[in-house]
């Protein structure tokens, strides 16, 4: 089983920067560096959706949304994933979660939350 620890969530200002990080942490056969990685969101009343991921070999993908404003990284030394938000808008307020998944088994964080306040 793998456990995701998510830190970095916050009270900011639209405009305004986070930076999201996730430590992965599992046992002696769950390799992070054969994970894909990726960050997805809950606003309430909404469904989950996918922010950002990263794949194994270092490939990402960003929702429409991020416009440019969203950076997803991962760092195999460190067992992390992070996700730099610039640009924040009151929109990007939600619960932010980490998630790996390799050969259709996957694992999620318990979240941190964003607010981007007006």
């Known amino acids: 089983q793998v456990q995701l620890v998510e830190s970095g969530g916050g009270l900011v200002q639209p405009g305004g920067s986070l930076r999201l990080s996730c430590e992965f942490s599992?046992?002696?056969?769950?390799?992070?560096?054969?994970?894909?990685m990726g960050w997805y969101r809950q606003a309430p009343g909404k469904q989950r959706e996918l922010v950002a991921d990263i794949t194994s070999g270092g490939r990402t993908n960003y929702a429409e949304f991020v416009e440019g404003r969203f950076t997803i990284s991962r760092d195999n030394a460190k067992n992390t994933v992070s996700l730099q938000m610039n640009n924040l808008k009151p929109e990007d307020t939600a619960v932010y979660y980490c998630?790996?998944?390799?050969?259709?088994?996957?694992?999620w964080g318990q979240g941190t939350q964003v607010t981007v306040f007006s």
């Open positions: 998630h790996a998944v390799r050969s259709n088994r996957d694992s």
């Open positions: 599992g046992s002696i056969f769950s390799f992070f560096s054969l994970y894909t």
